[in-house]
């Protein structure tokens, strides 16, 4: 198993332990016509726009993917908020050797009721979980991934991006069976990309994208008319995206 941290920097001592560093990805850095093209896709298909941080940490886990397809390894992969330790580090071994798990999720969250039954597993030091996809299965502060999930959740993105946080998208549909072990605490205090959420800034972006293409300005339909007039399409009435049934 590596380990591969999305951070600035690692301390002493992931440094020490061979951890494997990805860059975060800033997306406030992003072009005009890079967040347009990301969110086209979303929008031709119903989604709805990702936050631009929403964006730099999707690529960034897609990164990390890539590195540990690269190492041949499944990895345990954090990000910046969380504190790795040698102890942690050994009961997450001990719970790979035991599961053979496809997906842990590692970090223990407040407010996130996806895990629903217990898995016997005694002689480890942090209990075990089955989880519910369906009961907001989010957070991706710390989580064991296998090779073959890390190639799933590549072509899983590859047709348009998705938030790399959400992972009933994936899994409801997908052959692997997630399990909880909060091994790795994770901060309470919001992030920045809480805040976006939390703020609705999607609306704002809309805002700023019609302005800039000087685009009349739909407050329930603003991105989908934008969109379809820089697509081309006519630009008479919004064209609603269809969902096949």
Same mark, same amino acid.
């Given at each position: 198993?590596?380990?591969?941290?999305? !951070?600035?920097?690692?301390?002493?001592?992931? %440094?020490?332990?061979?951890?494997?560093?990805?860059?975060?990805?800033?997306?406030?850095?992003?072009?005009?016509?890079?967040? *347009?093209?990301?969110?086209?896709?979303? *929008?031709?298909?119903?989604?709805?726009?990702?936050?631009?941080?929403?964006?730099?940490?999707?690529? !960034?886990?897609?990164?990390?993917? %890539?590195?540990?397809?690269?190492?041949?390894?499944?990895?345990?992969?954090?990000? &910046?908020?969380?504190?790795? &330790?040698?102890?942690?580090?050994?009961?997450?071994?001990?719970?790979?050797?035991?599961?053979?798990?496809?997906?842990?999720?590692?970090?223990?969250?407040?407010?996130?009721?996806? /895990?629903?039954?217990?898995?016997?597993?005694?002689?480890?030091?942090?209990?075990?979980?089955?989880?519910?996809? $369906?009961?907001?299965?989010?957070? &991706?502060?710390?989580?064991?991934?296998? *090779?073959?999930?890390?190639?799933?959740?590549?072509?899983?993105?590859?047709?348009?991006?998705?938030? !790399?946080?959400?992972?009933?998208?994936?899994?409801?549909?997908?052959?692997?069976?997630?399990?909880?072990?909060?091994?790795?605490?994770?901060?309470?205090?919001?992030?920045?990309?809480?805040?976006? %959420?939390?703020?609705?800034?999607? /609306?704002?972006? %809309?805002?700023?994208?019609?302005?800039?293409?000087?685009?009349?300005?739909?407050?329930?339909?603003?991105?989908?008319? *934008?969109?379809?007039?820089?697509?081309? /399409?006519?630009?008479? $009435?919004?064209?609603?995206?269809?969902?096949?049934?």
């Amino acid at each position: 198993m590596k380990v591969i941290k999305i !951070a600035d920097d690692l301390s002493a001592y992931e %440094r020490e332990a061979g951890v494997n560093l990805v860059p975060p990805v800033n997306g406030h850095l992003l072009s005009f016509d890079e967040y *347009l093209s990301i969110n086209s896709k979303r *929008l031709a298909v119903g989604e709805d726009l990702l936050t631009h941080g929403e964006i730099g940490c999707t690529k !960034a886990h897609l990164n990390a993917y %890539r590195l540990a397809i690269g190492l041949a390894s499944p990895c345990l992969i954090v990000e &910046s908020d969380i504190a790795l &330790s040698a102890n942690s580090i050994n009961i997450l071994m001990q719970a790979v050797k035991i599961l053979k798990p496809d997906f842990l999720h590692l970090a223990h969250y407040t407010g996130y009721p996806f /895990f629903v039954k217990p898995v016997r597993c005694p002689v480890l030091a942090a209990p075990v979980f089955k989880v519910n996809p $369906y009961r907001k299965f989010f957070g &991706s502060a710390a989580y064991y991934i296998s *090779l073959g999930a890390c190639k799933s959740l590549l072509d899983f993105h590859s047709n348009y991006l998705k938030r !790399a946080d959400d992972w009933s998208v994936f899994f409801r549909d997908s052959s692997f069976d997630p399990l909880y072990c909060p091994i790795f605490l994770h901060p309470w205090m919001p992030t920045d990309l809480a805040f976006q %959420r939390a703020s609705r800034p999607s /609306f704002t972006v %809309r805002k700023t994208l019609a302005r800039k293409t000087r685009t009349f300005f739909f407050a329930r339909l603003p991105s989908l008319f *934008l969109f379809n007039k820089l697509s081309g /399409f006519s630009d008479s $009435y919004p064209q609603l995206p269809v969902r096949d049934s």
